[in-house]
């Protein structure tokens, strides 16, 4: 399968700050990318770069094959971007501003009032921009990147203003995008959003990427505890404290539940105990490292 996108050993320098340090990856076909670090990371630099919005100082970027700098008319058009802080003219309506967009892209005019109504907006379609809230100018944006179905998708902080609901339904359309064959990148500061709805997660730090892979891969990498939950029924606490050993990270929650943060070794072994307490142990949750503790451990890793 040929990538969408393939970045080689990419630099991009300002003055004597560099952004991005010799990076490389490749984003293929129908896959949802989470791009992961703090503010000054690189993030915004590298979604800049696959944009061709600016050029690598050194190294290599091709997108659908080409220069993105110096791509064809065709190549913009099978592209989507969503800024981090979106900005319009305020005098326009959110169907001028989408008007406009669609005839920047050579694409018709038709499926505005679909893609209003699909972020939420088809009753303000005729407002002006200048009476829109915050989160209703980030959507949009979104309706802006979404013209003519991209194949790749760039989105900066794309839920910044949106409610819980606006945002399952952002989501939602994310994964409609995916089940079409487009590529997806989110580069978000809100990780637990993430953590559920990417396949594969980048982290980058100071310019530099220092992961990349599925979270299955990376928990096998960072080898970070799992932490084990059990519920215990009345009266079986000091029992089935003494079955599974009373490790020193064991805790007491409640009265009935303990918790005990297990490397994958210990993990396998603390559930072969469990299960043969019987009617002392009422249930078992297996919670594994999450994103966040991921990305500190990783961000730590790399840490002089």
């Not at 500061?189 to 730090?205: G, S």
């Not at 928990?219 to 970070?224: D, F, G, K, S, T």
Request: charged share 25%.
């Amino acid at each position: 399968m040929t990538p969408l996108v393939e970045i080689s050993h990419a630099t991009k320098r300002y003055g004597a700050i560099e952004a991005v340090r010799d990076i490389s990856f490749t984003l293929e076909p129908g896959q949802t990318v989470a791009l992961v670090g703090h503010n000054g990371a690189g993030k915004t630099t590298l979604i800049k770069l696959m944009l061709g919005l600016i050029r690598p100082t050194e190294g290599s970027i091709r997108v659908f094959g080409e220069d993105p700098a110096a791509g064809s008319v065709e190549t913009r058009r099978r592209l989507g971007y969503l800024p981090e802080s979106v900005s319009f003219n305020t005098a326009l309506t959110g169907r001028e501003v989408l008007a406009f967009y669609a005839r920047l892209k050579s694409e018709s005019v038709d499926g505005i009032r679909t893609l209003l109504d699909r972020v939420g907006l088809a009753k303000a379609a005729e407002r002006r921009i200048g009476t829109y809230s915050k989160g209703m100018r980030q959507r949009l944006g979104l309706a802006q990147a979404l013209i003519g179905r991209p194949k790749l998708l760039l989105l900066d902080e794309p839920t910044t203003g949106l409610d819980p609901g606006l945002r399952m339904e952002f989501y939602e359309i994310v994964g409609e995008l995916r089940e079409r064959g487009a590529t997806i990148v989110l580069s978000s500061h809100v990780l637990t959003e993430l953590e559920e709805r990417t396949e594969r997660v980048i982290i980058v730090n100071r310019g530099r990427l220092v992961a990349d892979g599925t979270l299955d891969e990376l928990r096998r990498i960072a080898e970070l505890p799992a932490t084990v939950r059990v519920a215990v029924a009345k009266g079986g606490m000091e029992q089935v404290q003494s079955l599974l050993g009373a490790p020193a990270s064991a805790r007491t929650l409640n009265g009935h539940r303990i918790e005990i943060d297990a490397t994958p070794a210990q993990k396998i072994e603390l559930l072969r105990r469990a299960t043969g307490a019987g009617g002392l142990i009422e249930d078992i949750d297996v919670i594994p490292p999450s994103l966040d503790e991921l990305y500190a451990h990783f961000l730590r890793k790399e840490a002089p």
